[in-house]
């Protein structure tokens, strides 16, 4: 069954599942290759060979967001709907979390440096049995530099399986409404005390956010201005 993607909210939600269902590495295939089956299948790929769900193929796996990126999930998926996913765990990144070494992990966070700090912290313990990155928005290449860094100097580079950019910075409401969940958003842009950083970042935050919305769709915007200036004229 191809999913509906003429809405917006049925275009983020196929983008998420095709994020929960990209669990094919050398990692995931070494290990079944010893046993001929994969141990984290939710059908036996002996059994069933007639359903054409692909679900049905997607391995056991645990699912790790951040408070941002739950925001996002929840008006998409279901706790079922997850476990239909093969997510049997979703836990928060921040979060007292065990080691489960025999189950991999999908990472679905913002690209932020305390964010990959914590992942790299994971990495070097081997908490799972490979780490699958999925960033809700583009990670600059800078960030991406000092990251791999971080990763190589605490010994966690074996453990990443992947690194993906999803574009979906925006948590979808209904079909045709999404918001941005941009807190004080309005108190920093009227702010007196806010600097140009605060409000470079500010905005380059809600671009990306629109770029997001755009990309999910999969359509380029029709953007139309005069081309004199206009002078909003106010009266006293």
């Known amino acids: 069954m191809i999913a509906d993607t003429s809405t917006l909210k049925s275009a983020q939600l196929q983008a998420v ?19 001929n089956t994969n141990p984290y299948s939710i059908n036996n790929p002996t059994t069933n060979t007639n359903n054409n769900n692909s679900n049905n193929s997607n391995p056991w796996k645990i699912l790790i967001y951040d408070k941002h990126t739950r925001a996002i999930i929840s008006p998409l998926l279901s706790v079922s709907q997850l476990r239909a996913q093969g997510v049997t765990l979703h836990l928060l990144l921040h979060s007292d979390r065990e080691a489960i070494p025999d189950v991999p992990a999908v990472y679905f966070v913002q690209p932020t440096q305390e964010n990959l700090s914590l992942i790299a912290r994971d990495c070097s313990k081997h908490l799972y049995q490979c780490t699958h990155l999925h960033f809700s928005t583009r990670m600059e290449r800078p960030v991406m530099e000092e990251f791999a860094r971080l990763v190589v100097n605490t010994g966690g580079l074996d453990n990443i399986a992947s690194v993906h950019d999803q574009f979906v910075e925006f948590a979808c409401m209904e079909n045709r409404l999404f918001t941005l969940n941009v807190t004080n958003s309005y108190v920093l842009y009227n702010n007196p005390g806010a600097t140009e950083n605060d409000m470079e970042l500010a905005m380059n935050g809600i671009a990306n956010g629109l770029f997001s919305v755009v990309a999910t769709l999969g359509s380029v915007p029709v953007i139309r201005c005069p081309r004199v200036s206009i002078i909003c004229v106010g009266v006293v």
């Open 17 to 35: 599942q095709q994020m929960l269902s990209n669990m094919d590495d050398s990692k995931n295939k070494s290990s079944s290759a010893s046993n």
